[in-house]
C-alpha cells in the first residue's frame, strides 16, 4: 500500500457567516473538511487524495482550484459537463449550527456510477475514509458499487475508516439509513461515530453500547465521539474511557467532528498511542469551533 490518504465524498460551496451578519463564500463538506485538515497534520511522505466529480463550469474550476492549493491531489475527480456542484448555508445560533441545502443534482452524486474507474481510484490507497453523507447522496445501485469497491480495495490491504454522519434527509427513510450505515460498518476497519446522533437514530443508550454495536459489525476499533464528554474506545474487545479537553468559547461547532477525525486519523497513521491519537483529535476539534467555519488555520503538527 502506498502513503496516500484517500477521502471520499462532496465537496460543496459553503454559505459563511460572518461577524457583521453578511456570508462568506467558501467550499467545505465533511470528508473534505477531514481530508483538509489530514493534509495539514501528515508529514509530506503522505500524499492526501480527494476522489469525489463535479462539473465543468467556472465555479467547479474554482474548487478544484481551492483543493490544489490546500495540497490536495485532485487527480481523481471526474468532471462532468451534465452537472455542477451543490451548495449549502450556514445558519447559526449560540454557536450551534444548522444547515440548508441546494444539492439534488450535484456532480458528487454520481461518483460511483462507473465501476471500473472508481475501483482503479481506490487501488493501493493507505487509508480510504468516507462517511454516511457519501453513502446518503449515492443512488441505491450506485450505494451498492461503492462499497463492492471499498471491501475489494480492504482486501488488497487498505485500510478503512468510516464516519456514519447520520443526516436522514439525505435518505428515502430512517430505516434505510440505518440499514445502510450498519452494511458500511461491516466494511470498516475503524468507525468514527457521534453519540448523539446514534442515540437518536439507533437508540443507543449509552457511548458503550454504540461501540459494542458497531464491534459487533466486525471493526476492530470503533472510537465514539460525545462532544465534551469522554471519548469511548473499544479496541479488539477492550473498551477504554478518554476524556475531552476543555473546550473554551464555542463560536461554531462546524466540522467539530471532521477535524476530530482528521486528527485522530493522522496521528494513528504515524503510529501514536490510542491516548495520543484521541488527544490529537480532541485538540483540533477544540480550536476549530473556536472560530467561524469549517476550515480555519488552527493547526499544529502532531
Excluded at 113 to 119: G, H, K, R, T, V
Excluded at 125 to 150: E, M
Excluded at 162 to 183: K, Q, V, Y
Excluded at 250 to 278: E, R, Y
Aim: glycine letters at 10%; aromatic letters at 8%; hydrophobic letters at 45%.
Amino acid at each position: 500500500m502506498t502513503n496516500r490518504f484517500l477521502s471520499i465524498g462532496e465537496c460543496m460551496v459553503e454559505m459563511a457567516p460572518t461577524s457583521d451578519g453578511t456570508f462568506a463564500m467558501g467550499f467545505a463538506g465533511d470528508t473534505l473538511n477531514t481530508a483538509w485538515y489530514a493534509r495539514k497534520l501528515l508529514p509530506e511522505t503522505w500524499d492526501v487524495s480527494y476522489l469525489t466529480a463535479v462539473g465543468e463550469d467556472a465555479l467547479s474550476d474554482n474548487m478544484v482550484h481551492f483543493l490544489d492549493s490546500a495540497g490536495i491531489d485532485t487527480s481523481l475527480i471526474e468532471r462532468r459537463a451534465d452537472r455542477t456542484v451543490g451548495l449549502y448555508m450556514i445558519q447559526l445560533s449560540e454557536g450551534e449550527r444548522s444547515f440548508a441545502y441546494w444539492r439534488s443534482e450535484s456532480a458528487a452524486r454520481c461518483l460511483a456510477a462507473n465501476a471500473e474507474a472508481l475501483q482503479g481510484k481506490l487501488d493501493r490507497a493507505g487509508l480510504i475514509y468516507f462517511s454516511g453523507i457519501t453513502l446518503g447522496i449515492l443512488s441505491v445501485p450506485d450505494r451498492h458499487k461503492f462499497l463492492d469497491a471499498v471491501g475489494k480495495a480492504r482486501s488488497n490491504g487498505s485500510t478503512i475508516a468510516f464516519d456514519p454522519n447520520l443526516r436522514p434527509r439525505l435518505w428515502a427513510s430512517e430505516e434505510d439509513m440505518c440499514a445502510a450505515i450498519t452494511e458500511a460498518a461491516g466494511f470498516s476497519d475503524i468507525v468514527l461515530p457521534s453519540f448523539e446522533d446514534e442515540a437518536s437514530h439507533f437508540g443507543d443508550g449509552s457511548c458503550e453500547e454504540t461501540a459494542r454495536r458497531y464491534a459487533a459489525e466486525r471493526a476492530g476499533l470503533v472510537i465514539v465521539k460525545n462532544g465534551p464528554g469522554n471519548v469511548i474506545c473499544l479496541q479488539d474487545g477492550e473498551m477504554t474511557a478518554l476524556p475531552a479537553n476543555a473546550v473554551g468559547s464555542i463560536v461554531d461547532t462546524t466540522a467539530a467532528g471532521d477535524s476530530f477525525n482528521a486528527g485522530f486519523l493522522a496521528a494513528h497513521l504515524q503510529g501514536k498511542s490510542l491516548a495520543l491519537c484521541v488527544e490529537a483529535g480532541n485538540r483540533l476539534a477544540s480550536a476549530v469551533i473556536g472560530q467561524r467555519g469549517a476550515l480555519v488555520d488552527v493547526v499544529e503538527h502532531v
